[in-house]
């Protein structure tokens, strides 16, 4: 686990992703790079372009396993948290509904 912990930090500061980030973020940013590092646009000697390209699809790949694997509370009082009030009850209205149940 510990080594992996370390993979997932040097994937992301190759990737040099924020703090925080949503999936659509991280893939533009994953996407921006593979364009700037792919061999046939870089500048640089296609030896680094490859390796760098390389280096780039394995951060995504590790990030990608992270976030695959990452439990999201769907509690209405964690999206509470975490969104503001009006976008946390929007989106429990929209997926069930404004059943007085729901408190």
Same mark, same amino acid.
Request: aromatic share 12%; glycine share 2%.
């Given at each position: 686990?510990?080594?992996?912990?370390?993979?997932?930090?040097?994937?992301?500061?190759?990737?040099?992703?924020?703090?925080?980030?949503? $999936?659509? @973020?991280?893939? =533009? *940013?994953?996407?921006?790079?593979?364009?700037?590092?792919?061999?046939?646009?870089?500048? &640089? +000697?296609?030896?680094?372009?490859?390796?760098?390209?390389?280096? $780039?699809? @394995?951060?995504? =790949? *590790?990030?990608?396993?992270?976030?695959?694997?990452?439990?999201?509370?769907?509690?209405? &009082? +964690?999206?509470?948290?975490?969104?503001?009030?009006?976008?946390?009850?929007?989106?429990?209205?929209?997926?069930?509904?404004?059943?007085?149940?729901?408190?």
């Amino acid at each position: 686990m510990h080594r992996y912990k370390d993979n997932l930090k040097e994937a992301i500061e190759l990737l040099k992703i924020p703090e925080k980030a949503s $999936i659509s @973020e991280i893939r =533009k *940013i994953y996407k921006d790079l593979l364009f700037k590092w792919h061999p046939d646009k870089c500048d &640089e +000697d296609k030896d680094i372009c490859n390796e760098k390209t390389q280096q $780039i699809h @394995e951060a995504y =790949k *590790i990030i990608q396993m992270y976030c695959e694997n990452y439990p999201i509370s769907f509690t209405r &009082e +964690d999206m509470d948290k975490n969104q503001p009030k009006e976008a946390a009850f929007r989106f429990w209205v929209d997926r069930f509904g404004d059943d007085p149940i729901w408190g």
